[in-house]
């Protein structure tokens, strides 16, 4: 797998950018507050459909920007894939492969996978299990689409128990629905 080209639009601090790869090796270097870092964010957001970094893609927007452009053309599988993410402040982002729209990140994972270590990944040690189990899920979703898809079954499923529970007190009608919750959740 290869990334021969990232182009950006509005993303971050990028008003403008386009960056050829070299196929071997890359280094990217640069003063402090530069773009290096949101270089390597875009080309995560481009294959797993989520940033390590924002929790909402309006974070990626520039400040000035109503929407950003993330583009890459990657060679992976023995073929050429254009990758490409919209980004918008007042509505739904746009992903697409090759100009096919598509609907889940594990679909951009399918296309290429990446690996990013950032400073912050240290607290994988002393955060404890949840951090792992994070780190382990993201892993996990760009390898096996099925289990990303289980999992936000699942994350779907955990949040509506978790609301009904949370609101049980003032409508007690709502815990018969609970054992179904409890059901899909072992089944995902």
């Given at each position: 797998?290869?990334?021969?080209?990232?182009?950006?639009?509005?993303?971050?601090?990028?008003?403008?950018?386009?960056?050829?790869?070299?196929?071997?090796?890359?280094?990217?270097?640069?003063?402090?507050?530069?773009?290096?870092?949101?270089?390597?964010?875009?080309v995560?957001?481009?294959?797993?459909?989520?940033?390590?970094?924002?929790?909402?893609?309006?974070?990626?927007?520039?400040?000035?920007?109503?929407?950003?452009?993330?583009l890459?053309?990657?060679?992976?599988?023995?073929?050429?894939?254009?990758?490409?993410?919209?980004?918008?402040?007042?509505?739904?982002?746009?992903?697409?492969?090759?100009?096919?729209?598509?609907?889940?990140?594990?679909?951009?994972?399918?296309?290429?996978?990446?690996?990013?270590?950032?400073?912050?990944?240290?607290?994988?040690?002393?955060?404890?299990a949840?951090?792992?189990?994070?780190?382990?899920?993201?892993?996990?979703?760009?390898l096996?689409?099925?289990?990303?898809?289980?999992?936000?079954?699942?994350?779907r499923?955990?949040?509506?128990?978790?609301?009904?529970?949370?609101?049980?007190?003032?409508?007690?009608?709502?815990?018969?629905?609970?054992?179904?919750?409890?059901?899909?959740?072992?089944?995902?």
């Amino acid at each position: 797998m290869q990334i021969d080209r990232l182009e950006l639009e509005g993303f971050r601090n990028y008003a403008r950018q386009a960056a050829d790869f070299d196929p071997r090796c890359n280094v990217v270097c640069g003063e402090n507050a530069q773009g290096k870092t949101n270089l390597l964010e875009a080309v995560a957001y481009l294959s797993r459909g989520k940033s390590p970094r924002a929790r909402t893609d309006r974070e990626m927007i520039g400040f000035q920007e109503e929407s950003a452009r993330l583009l890459a053309r990657v060679y992976s599988r023995d073929r050429e894939f254009k990758v490409q993410a919209d980004l918008f402040r007042g509505r739904r982002r746009k992903l697409t492969v090759n100009q096919v729209p598509v609907k889940t990140n594990a679909a951009l994972g399918d296309v290429y996978h990446t690996v990013l270590f950032q400073p912050e990944d240290l607290f994988l040690i002393r955060d404890g299990a949840a951090a792992r189990r994070r780190f382990l899920d993201t892993a996990l979703c760009q390898l096996r689409p099925r289990y990303a898809a289980a999992l936000a079954g699942y994350e779907r499923a955990r949040e509506q128990k978790t609301r009904i529970l949370r609101d049980y007190d003032q409508r007690p009608g709502l815990l018969e629905a609970l054992p179904e919750f409890s059901e899909q959740m072992v089944r995902l």
